[in-house]
């Protein structure tokens, strides 16, 4: 069953600590991506890949980290140099360019 | 600077009726529209798209309109079911950018009365 699955579903992060999220697709998509929600606000895009071994900042990338070494993993890391880094944390795939992204089910990181 | 807005909300309908959700959008550049639906606690899931060569969509309850003067999409759903609860989300892209980085609107939250 092919699909995108990102763990944990919750994370906790202590001050000063960096935390890595995880994400894997089965979907033979080539882009991926990492997007961050806040409340009241819409999905706003932190890094996206288009091919292994590369990838871009997006509009928030202050503070995150990202790799591409495989072509179904992207993992971010959260930094201690994100401030705010409590928010639910949003991975996505596509094909291509034009094709609608697909996501995993989110995670949430909160600050102790 | 917004450039897609979902100016309502929410938005609360009664069981069999239409849904009719709302967005707006400023750069003239977007060409290919997408909504989602999302769950509590879960990822958007892709409901549907239409492309700027086209003023309309259909996929069964789901209708999606575009009107490009206007810089306006809408979402029809009918008949709207309890199901249907969610937040919706409309996002736009320009399909020739090298990325396909959608920018989305801050989601309208639809409540379907039994």
């Known amino acids: 069953d092919g699909g995108i699955t990102q763990s944990p579903k919750y994370l906790f992060r202590k001050e000063g600590q960096n935390v890595t999220l995880s994400c894997e697709q089965n979907?033979?998509?080539?882009?991926m991506y990492w997007y961050r929600q806040d409340p009241g606000q819409g999905l706003r895009l932190i890094y996206y890949?288009?091919?292994?071994?590369?990838?871009q900042k997006g509009d928030i990338a202050e503070g995150y980290s990202v790799s591409r070494e495989k072509k179904e993993s992207f993992p971010l890391t959260v930094t201690s140099a994100q401030k705010n880094p409590t928010a639910f944390y949003l991975c996505?795939?596509?094909?291509?360019?034009?094709?609608?992204?697909?996501f995993g089910d989110g995670t949430r990181l909160s600050i102790l | 600077d917004q450039q897609v807005k979902q100016n309502s909300p929410s938005l609360s309908v009664q069981e069999g009726r239409i849904s009719i959700l709302n967005c707006d959008y400023t750069?003239?550049?977007?060409?290919?529209f997408l909504w989602y639906k999302k769950y509590p606690a879960e990822g958007p899931t892709f409901l549907i798209s239409?492309?700027?060569?086209?003023d309309k969509n259909e996929d069964g309850r789901f209708t999606v309109f575009l009107n490009k003067s206007a810089k306006h999409l809408s979402l029809h759903i009918v008949p709207s079911q309890p199901g249907d609860s969610a937040v919706y989300f409309c996002?736009?892209?320009?399909?020739?950018?090298?990325?396909?980085?959608?920018?989305f609107g801050t989601g309208t939250l639809l409540a379907v009365q039994p």
């Open positions: 239409i492309s700027s060569i086209k």
């Open positions: 750069n003239s550049m977007f060409d290919y």
């Open positions: 979907l033979n998509h080539d882009a």
């Open positions: 996505a795939s596509s094909y291509r360019t034009n094709q609608p992204q697909h």
């Open positions: 996002a736009a892209s320009e399909s020739g950018g090298a990325t396909n980085k959608l920018i």
């Open positions: 890949s288009q091919i292994v071994n590369d990838f």
